[in-house]
């Protein structure tokens, strides 16, 4: 049997007095790509935010490639080799991008800076063109490829993406989600993938889990939710 290179079991996390994931499970096997899909304020950001220790989860085991990383400090967990890019992209908007690139390598404690920079930029040859040019020129689409590049920087394991699509025009996102099944297919990258935008990261998805309110209410192949009446109606139409 293959232990999942991610795994949360019941995991509960709250703001506060007010309860923002109920009990979650679920499972990332390394080589795949995992899928959460769910609406907004259902608590995606939350859960991608609670593997990396913040908020603590308050119930619940976290253990990824082989170690219980609950209570691990967010420092220590990033050097296991998980990175994450995050919701709103964060990017430094004054640095420029290729000092945004070498924040994400040193983060991690990779300091074969130029090789993982070459990587990068082959992967996303416009970031090679606009090196030297500060993080907030770029447009969101670019900007986007800067914060998954600056997350590639580290060589995870596992990188874990919160809506990368968001705010993008069609053409841009089709561009990123391609780059995200080629990492996965080309290089086997293992990828945690949180969308709101359920039809592409269905399509992409090995396996995919869908949350509402909190807990996780379906989850089956990125196929199988594709043709799901529930999440057609849900998701999909109209949409
Ligand atoms: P979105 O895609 O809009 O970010 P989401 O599915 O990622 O949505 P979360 O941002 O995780 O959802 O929010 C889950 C719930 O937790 C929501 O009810 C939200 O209002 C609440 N919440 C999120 N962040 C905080 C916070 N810092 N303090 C208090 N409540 C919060």
Redesign the pocket.
Known sequence: MNTPLLSLQGITAC??N?T?LHGVSLDVPAGQIVTLI????????????TIFGNPRARDGRIHFDGRDITDMPTHEIARLGLAQSP?GRRIFGRMTVEENLRMGAEFAGNRDYERELAHVTAIFPRLRERLHQRGGTLSGGEQQMLAIGRAIMSRPKLLLL??PSLGLAPLVVKQIFEVIADLNAREGLTVFL?E?NAFHALRLAHRAYV?VN?AITLSGTGQELLASPEVRAAYLEGG
Do not use: H, P
């Not at 769910?38 to 935010?49: E, F, H, I, R």
């Open positions: 703001y506060g007010i923002a769910g609406a907004n304020g259902a608590g995606k950001s939350t859960l991608m935010m919701e919160d809506e949180v709101q949350m909190g």
